[in-house]
């Protein structure tokens, strides 16, 4: 049975509107958690919690821009492409949150668990949307590829 490509648009927009919704849950439940641990109050749980999801959120410039070429050109190397994406997001956000850290001194504990929340639910979001995405772009799931085995024509796509 031939692989095909599936039919039809893929939206780059509901891989930002995963991302952000992601971002903001995560800052959300690690500032009612920062809250309710008694590690701050709410005014600086605002400023921590704003600053991880800032730090976590101040990528998708760069996600989107990678990514993006690879879906419109329904590229077959779109894994590689999001993984790629996926380590250059977290870097800079690892860069981006010890700066504003270090610049506006957050209480840490509060800051940390958001940020480590932002960028744990934002990379499921991404990994999710991605797996989703890949039957369209590339023409088969990778995990059907993985789990199907190799193929007569040592391709990974059945001839």
């Given at each position: ?6 039919t039809?648009?893929v ?7 995963c991302?952000v919704?992601s971002?903001l ?10 809250i309710s641990a008694?590690?701050v109050?709410?005014r600086?749980a605002?400023?921590?919690v704003?600053?991880a999801?800032l730090s976590g959120l ?5 996600t989107?821009g ?8 329904q ?9 790629m994406?996926?380590?250059?997001r ?14 506006l ?12 929340a ?14 989703r ?7 088969t ?13 040592g ?5």
């Open positions: 049975m031939a692989a095909s490509r599936t039809g648009p939206s780059i927009a509901s891989l930002l509107m991302m919704s971002a849950l995560g800052g959300l439940a690690a500032g009612m958690l920062g008694g590690w109050e709410t600086g605002v400023l921590a704003g600053l999801v101040s990528t998708l410039g760069l989107l990678l990514v993006g070429p690879a879906v419109r050109q590229s077959r190397n779109f894994g590689l492409v999001l993984i994406a996926g380590m250059f977290g870097l800079v956000s690892i860069l981006a949150g010890l700066g504003l850290f270090m610049a001194n957050p209480e840490g504990k509060t800051f940390w668990t958001a940020f480590l932002v960028g744990g639910l934002v990379l499921v979001a991404e990994t999710a949307w991605g797996m995405v890949a039957k369209r772009v590339c023409g799931s990778p995990v059907k590829r993985v789990i199907d085995g190799p193929t007569p024509d391709l990974g796509v059945a001839s």
